[in-house]
C-alpha cells in the first residue's frame, strides 16, 4: 500500500518520505465485517495536509452509533451498502459531534503516547543496540507530523 509508510517500513526497512497519508491508528475493539467492508483498516487515512478519509469518519460514526443506537448503526450501514450517500451525510451531520469528538480523541491519545516513545528513544539512542532506531524515529515524526495537521484540522472544524 503506497499510502501507508508504517506497512513499508516494517516490511522493507524504509521509510517512504514522500506518502501522502498515513494509517489513521485507530484499532477496533472488536472488529466487525461491517467496518472491514467500511475501509478498516486499509482505507482509514490521515493525510500530510490534515485531511481525514472518508472512511475514518465512517467507520468511527459507526462505531459510536452502536454505542447511542443499534437501530441507527445498522440504517447507517445499510446506507453504505447502497451508496446512499444523502442518507449517510444526514447522519454525519447529526452525530458530528460525537464523531469529531472520538476522532480527537484518538489523535490526541496518539500524539501523546508518540511524545512519550519520543522522550524514551532520545534517552535510549544507543544505536549498537537499536541500529534501526534512527529510521524508527523519522518514522515516528512522520507519524506525529502529520496527526498535528489533522488535529488543527479537527480544531478548526470546532470553530
Not at 111 to 133: F, S
Request: aromatic share 12%.
Amino acid at each position: 500500500d503506497p499510502t501507508n509508510p508504517s506497512q513499508i517500513l516494517a516490511r522493507y526497512g524504509f521509510l517512504d518520505e514522500s506518502s501522502s497519508a498515513t494509517y489513521c491508528k485507530w484499532i477496533a475493539e472488536e472488529a466487525s465485517s461491517e467496518i472491514f467492508n467500511m475501509g478498516y483498516p486499509s482505507q482509514m487515512l490521515f493525510y500530510q495536509d490534515g485531511g481525514i478519509s472518508n472512511e475514518v469518519w465512517d467507520v468511527l460514526l459507526y462505531t459510536e452509533l452502536g454505542k447511542i443506537s443499534p437501530e441507527e448503526q445498522q440504517s447507517f450501514y445499510q446506507a453504505h451498502l447502497m451508496g446512499d450517500e444523502a442518507t449517510k451525510s444526514n447522519y454525519h451531520n447529526q452525530y458530528f459531534p460525537q464523531t469529531l469528538a472520538a476522532i480527537q480523541q484518538h489523535v490526541n491519545y496518539v500524539l501523546n503516547e508518540l511524545e512519550e516513545l519520543g522522550v524514551w528513544q532520545r534517552t535510549k539512542m544507543d544505536t549498537a543496540l537499536h541500529p534501526r532506531l534512527p529510521l524508527i524515529m523519522k518514522h515516528n515524526e512522520f507519524v506525529k507530523n502529520t496527526f498535528q495537521l489533522v488535529q488543527q484540522n479537527l480544531n478548526n472544524m470546532m470553530s
